[in-house]
């Protein structure tokens, strides 16, 4: 009898260990480098002109991407019939006219955060920081206001963004006509900035939202190359001439795109694991040293976009025993739009989605690993550690977190809700020159890729998804993490 155990004991152990092997051979046998390079290389073709949202071109991108699951077979969206879900946006046009000019002096490197209608030639008020306390016993009311960059103790370029809105309501709050704000700092990313909030907006539409914005203030950059001056006083009049004319302001229709395959086991093929990415990119834009204008996004992201694409083809032939649900998003570029909108108008219920395996990428430095931005945040960790070495590559975590990568890309709309959600990104391990060459930049083009590596990348988060959708146990948050209770508000209750 014992003996009998222990043959049976053995063939348990073999059988797991077939197994195990099943999983990476089903992964290699889908996962090819032309099929990758025939996704990468039409997504980053001249003729989509950078695939910017709202655009025809971003519409082909589309209907690519939702003929592509069609042919794997994936079911449609189950609200639709159709694999779309269309996204209407807002759109506000850059100024036509936008002048500005300090103490008699024209500035050309100017930005329009918000380029609200106004026609002002007169006296304006320094008010420092343009914070609470800067505005204490002084009059603005009916005045514009001028101001410095950032904080007292930083006046780096995300920390200025980040406390535009604390201003903006400041400044309304003390009755000021319109804003204009002295930047001394963020002399490389200038230009990036300038090109992004002079050109047109988006934004996602809201209930009961109207084209009109007659509450808005304009709200300006102006560069200050030299620094500030020195002999500014709090309350000091200066000279200030703004003249932004009334944007145009229009809907814009574009997709989220959308398939499903069905899981195999009775009971957890009603937990479902998202497979995200988007398909957008930057579009035209200033011309690099070879007169490139086209910003074809090859990393960021027809890269991401191909994972997805290569897990449902994976999925069509192999399905797991988690039931998949593949978004490709629209609008990321402009503010997460595509997927915000989706995790307000969901197609099937939120709480069946047990994961968000989202992909999304600036660019590579080291081709031994694969970054995963939020990897030891989630219990998949494991699942992915192990599929990356199955390939021969190290899965790391966020190397940069001064950077807030996770709260960058359309994972953070579905950790909001309480899904785990990391981001599986191309292997960097610091935010250098190889990384930023390409990183929103004409140069990032299919033929500059290291299809090698990208073969072990696919096979590895093709893998990563194996292993999650077929772990008996449901992946959920690293206990004590920022959105755990937010995980058990929508899995609970």
């Given at each position: ?9 053995i063939l348990m152990l073999t059988s797991n260990l077939i197994f195990a092997q099943s999983e990476k051979e ?103 920081h343009g914070l609470e306390e800067d505005y204490k016993d002084l009059d603005v009311k009916g005045k514009l ?211 968000c395996f989202n992909s999304d990428n600036g660019g590579y430095n080291d081709t031994s690993i694969a970054t ?122």
């Amino acid at each position: 009898m014992k003996k009998y155990y222990f043959i049976l004991s053995i063939l348990m152990l073999t059988s797991n260990l077939i197994f195990a092997q099943s999983e990476k051979e089903k992964t290699q046998q889908t996962v090819n480098k032309n099929v990758i390079k025939g996704h990468i290389y039409f997504l980053t073709d001249d003729l989509l002109r950078g695939r910017e949202t709202g655009t025809s071109e971003n519409k082909i991108a589309a209907s690519y991407l939702a003929n592509v699951l069609r042919g794997y077979g994936a079911k449609p969206n189950p609200l639709t019939g159709t694999y779309y879900q269309d996204v209407i946006l807002k759109k506000t046009e850059a100024p036509i006219s936008f002048a500005v000019s300090l103490n008699n002096m024209d500035r050309k490197d100017a930005i329009a955060l918000v380029p609200a209608k106004l026609d002002f030639n007169g006296r304006g008020i320094y008010v420092g920081h343009g914070l609470e306390e800067d505005y204490k016993d002084l009059d603005v009311k009916g005045k514009l206001v001028v101001l410095l960059s950032g904080n007292s103790k930083n006046n780096e370029l995300r920390t200025a963004f980040g406390l535009t809105s604390q201003k903006t309501d400041l400044a309304k709050e003390a009755g000021a006509i319109g804003i204009v704000e002295m930047v001394s700092n963020g002399e490389d990313d200038w230009s990036a900035i300038a090109h992004h909030f002079n050109a047109d907006k988006l934004e996602n539409i809201k209930k009961n939202d109207t084209l009109e914005r007659s509450n808005d203030i304009p709200y300006v950059w102006i560069k200050e190359s030299g620094g500030v001056p020195s002999d500014l006083k709090i309350g000091q009049e200066i000279a200030v001439k703004l003249e932004i004319n009334a944007p145009k302001e229009t809907e814009v229709h574009s997709q989220n795109v959308i398939g499903i395959i069905e899981g195999t086991d009775p009971k957890l093929k009603n937990e479902y694991i998202i497979y995200s990415a988007h398909y957008d990119h930057v579009g035209i834009g200033e011309p690099d040293a070879t007169g490139d204008t086209i910003y074809n996004g090859a990393r960021d992201n027809a890269v991401g976009t191909t994972t997805v694409l290569s897990v449902a083809e994976n999925l069509s032939k192999h399905p797991t025993k988690r039931s998949a649900l593949f978004i490709l998003f629209t609008g990321e570029e402009k503010g997460l739009l595509g997927s915000s909108y989706y995790t307000e108008n969901p197609v099937l219920p939120l709480k069946q989605m047990v994961y968000c395996f989202n992909s999304d990428n600036g660019g590579y430095n080291d081709t031994s690993i694969a970054t995963i931005v939020g990897l030891e945040r989630t219990t998949a960790n494991k699942n992915i550690k192990q599929a990356a070495k199955e390939f021969g590559l190290t899965a790391i975590d966020d190397p940069a977190p001064e950077q807030n990568l996770f709260d960058r890309s359309d994972n953070v709309n579905f950790a909001k809700k309480g899904i785990p959600a990391p981001t599986y990104s191309l292997g960097f391990r610091s935010f250098d020159g190889e990384v930023t060459k390409y990183y929103h930049q004409a140069g990032d083009e299919a033929e500059s890729l290291d299809y090698e590596y990208l073969l072990k990348f696919f096979q590895s988060y093709v893998l990563s998804a194996r292993l999650i959708a077929n772990d008996p146990k449901t992946p959920f948050w690293i206990s004590g993490d920022k959105y755990e209770n937010a995980g058990k508000a929508l899995y609970i209750e």
